[in-house]
């Protein structure tokens, strides 16, 4: 059973900085496209940047120019880093794994939480 771990969520300040990391079980970090969404309370979960197995890197619109998302295969995890930080990046953050082509997430991570306040 594949495992996906998130870790670094935080209280920051708006203009702060945050890195998230991701830790995979099994090799699927450099087969997948792994990535990560997030959810805002009230909102839909929305994807906020992926990374293929190639290294080719996808964002919202939302976050580019902040946020930059890499992959270490041999620590099995992916990060996200987050830069100039702004109240509406508050949500619960979400790390995911599918396998090429394919539409639907197969594996979900926990969750964690990144408040942006003042």
């Known amino acids: 059973q594949v495992q996906l771990v998130e870790s670094g969520g935080d209280l920051v300040q708006p203009g702060g900085s945050l890195r998230l990391s991701c830790v995979a079980s099994?090799?699927?970090?450099?087969?997948?496209?792994m990535g990560w969404y997030r959810q805002a309370p009230g909102k839909q979960r929305e994807l906020v940047a992926s990374?293929?197995?190639?290294?080719?890197?996808n964002y919202a619109d939302s976050v580019k120019g902040r946020f930059t998302i890499s992959r270490d295969n041999a620590k099995s995890t992916i990060y996200l880093q987050m830069n100039s930080l702004k109240l509406e990046d508050t949500a619960v953050y979400y790390c995911?794994?599918?396998?090429?082509?394919?539409?639907?997430?197969?594996?979900w991570g926990q969750g964690t939480q990144v408040t942006v306040s003042s």
């Open positions: 995911y794994a599918k396998r090429p082509l394919r539409a639907t997430v197969d594996y």
């Open positions: 099994g090799s699927i970090v450099r087969l997948y496209v």
């Open positions: 990374i293929t197995s190639g290294d080719s890197a």
